[in-house]
């Protein structure tokens, strides 16, 4: 295939595109650490347009609000790098297209940036699923080893794309502020 992304990261997506067509499923994409990496990957592979319903990369905190919708007092009170956040980004990306499931990935890629309560290499992921019960938090905060912004990116992408399998079990569920 003719990419010039890591063979693990299509490889990765292959599975996700072939199973969700399998399964029935569409699938949407909120980014932010990875800037686009994980909808990249996606649509590497032919006929991913059959499941990949799109990628919505939400950088900024205003434009998390703006697209998203990510509630201001979320983003002040918890941070951009939270389960709270990470929910409403995923939550957000299910209301914004006709996704049956969505992944909202939001971190610190480094190399700054980090504090002591999130260093360099902390990611949170969400997984949020229409019609699913929107008091049912599935997120995860995870810390990768610091190979560089580029490895914490693909450690992240890589992650990401495992959730959006069918049956994935990878994430908690995990309280958060409304």
């Not at 292959?14 to 969700?20: C, D, I, K, S």
């Not at 067509?21 to 909808?39: D, F, K, N, P, Q």
């Not at 939001?106 to 309560?117: E, I, L, Q, S, Y």
């Amino acid at each position: 295939m003719d990419t010039i992304l890591p063979p693990e990261l299509v490889e990765r997506a292959r599975r996700v595109v072939e199973e969700n067509r399998a399964a029935g499923r569409r699938i949407a994409v909120a980014e932010s650490c990875t800037g686009g990496l994980v909808s990249a990957a996606i649509t590497a592979i032919p006929g991913s347009s059959e499941v990949f319903e799109g990628g919505l990369v939400t950088y900024s905190n205003g434009l998390k609000a703006r697209i998203l919708n990510v509630s201001t007092d979320v983003l002040e009170t918890f941070g951009a790098v939270s389960i709270a956040t990470a929910w409403s980004m995923a939550q957000g990306a299910i209301e914004a297209t006709d996704a049956d499931v969505a992944v909202a990935i939001t971190g610190v890629a480094g190399p700054g940036g980090g504090t002591d309560k999130k260093p360099v290499g902390t990611v949170v992921f969400a997984r949020a699923e229409r019609g699913a019960d929107p008091q049912h938090v599935v997120a995860d905060s995870r810390h990768f080893a610091v190979e560089g912004r580029g490895g914490v990116r693909l450690q992240a992408a890589l992650c990401a794309l495992e959730l959006l399998l069918p049956g994935a079990s990878g994430l908690e569920e995990a309280p958060v502020a409304p």
